[in-house]
């Protein structure tokens, strides 16, 4: 059946490590997200894609990086460069990217550096 | 940017009760929704709601865009309606989220 699916759930790191979160989803969506959101926060969009090999910055893109070789797939790393890491990651799927399109989300990524 | 807030930030309930959600914005939107995060953090999208009022069972959902809010009807709740409540405009090329509304029903 068709959706988004991430993984790992959990995600340890120390600190000073590179970590790259998967997202994947199978609804043939040509718009993929990825948001980060904090405890008792709202979501903030780090990176977008509208199509394969294209992507754009977010409001906190800083320390982030991503890559869209497949219209499946939108993996996310989180590099040393980023200052505050520890968060909830979660991914994104649209048909498009207009105002229109709904926006599913997959199960998300709990991100701890140590 | 858009500034988009949420109110009340927590509610509590005693299941059966019914509750109003308010989201407020800056600027016009193009687009609203409101989504359900349950408290395994998955998201649900709720209503796709730009103008006027939808209903889809014992939740409704109204936009005045020309006044810049929406409002998130719960009636007679349930605990499996407990979790965080967010309101997303779409504003440029991307959607805005509000801080959410942490919802918990008691039985």
């Known amino acids: 059946d068709g959706g988004i699916t991430q993984s790992p759930k959990y995600l340890f790191r120390k600190e000073g490590q590179n970590v790259t979160l998967s997202c994947e989803q199978n609804l043939n969506h040509d718009a993929m997200y990825w948001y980060r959101q904090d405890p008792g926060q709202g979501l903030r969009l780090i990176y977008y894609s509208q199509i394969v090999n294209d992507f754009q910055k977010g409001d906190i893109a800083e320390g982030y990086s991503v890559s869209r070789e497949k219209k499946e797939s939108f993996p996310l790393t989180v590099t040393s460069a980023q200052k505050n890491p520890t968060a909830f990651y979660l991914c994104?799927?649209?048909?498009?990217?207009?105002?229109?399109?709904?926006?599913?989300f997959g199960p998300g990524t709990r991100l701890t550096v140590l | 940017g858009i500034q988009v807030e949420q109110s009340p930030p927590d509610l509590i309930l005693q299941e059966g009760a019914n509750s109003t959600l308010r989201c407020n914005f800056s600027?016009?939107?193009?687009?609203l929704q409101w989504f359900h995060q349950n408290p395994w953090g998955q998201l649900i999208n709720l209503f796709y709601i730009p103008s006027g009022t939808k209903q889809n069972g014992r939740l409704s959902a109204t936009t005045v865009a020309t006044e810049r809010y929406s409002l998130l009807y719960i009636s007679s709740s349930q605990t499996t309606d407990s979790g965080v409540y967010f309101c997303?405009?779409?504003?440029?090329?991307?959607?805005?989220f509000g801080p959410g509304t942490r919802l918990s029903v008691l039985p």
């Open positions: 997303a405009v779409h504003y440029g090329q991307n959607f805005v």
């Open positions: 994104a799927s649209s048909l498009g990217q207009r105002a229109r399109d709904t926006q599913y």
């Open positions: 600027d016009s939107v193009n687009n």
